[in-house]
């Protein structure tokens, strides 16, 4: 029930939530899947293969906290951070599928030596 509590703030509400949302059993699902996606968001992240699948849950849970809490920066901060665990190939590689070159028919992936 601590979910309760946060959204019954009315110092801490930006936007309201759905009526669904405050049943017991939604409220306790979402207390324990909070605390479940922040403990593996600490040590998950670390496994490779866990890797972006956390991170995008990650983002979806912060964009939900910014719209439905009040507090000024925080998820900001938290979604910021997440840039720090994408793997320096990744840009490259979705750089590389999104330019094109030569005429505007033909797509081709490019590699990082090509650019340089």
């Known amino acids: 029930?601590?979910?309760f509590y946060v959204y019954?703030?009315?110092e801490l509400?930006?936007?309201?939530?759905?009526?669904?949302f405050f049943y017991p059993?939604?409220?306790k699902f979402g207390g324990w899947s909070a605390l479940a996606l922040e403990f593996s968001l600490g040590l998950l992240v670390w496994i490779k293969e866990l890797r972006?699948?956390?991170l995008v849950t990650g983002l979806l849970?912060?964009?939900?906290?910014?719209c439905s809490l009040n507090i000024l920066t925080f998820q900001w901060d938290i979604l910021a951070a997440y840039v720090l665990f994408i793997d320096?190939?990744?840009?490259v590689e979705?750089?590389?599928?999104?330019?094109i070159r030569g005429s505007h028919t033909r797509f081709e992936c490019l590699s990082f030596n090509s650019w340089l």
Request: net charge negative; glycine share 2%; hydrophobic share 55%.
């Open 1 to 3: 029930m601590d979910l």
């Open 8 to 10: 019954y703030l009315d």
């Open 13 to 20: 509400n930006r936007f309201p939530v759905p009526k669904w």
């Open 25 to 27: 059993a939604v409220l």
């Open 52 to 54: 972006y699948p956390l």
């Open 61 to 66: 849970f912060h964009l939900w906290l910014e």
């Open 88 to 91: 320096s190939e990744v840009p």
């Open 94 to 99: 979705v750089a590389g599928l999104v330019l």
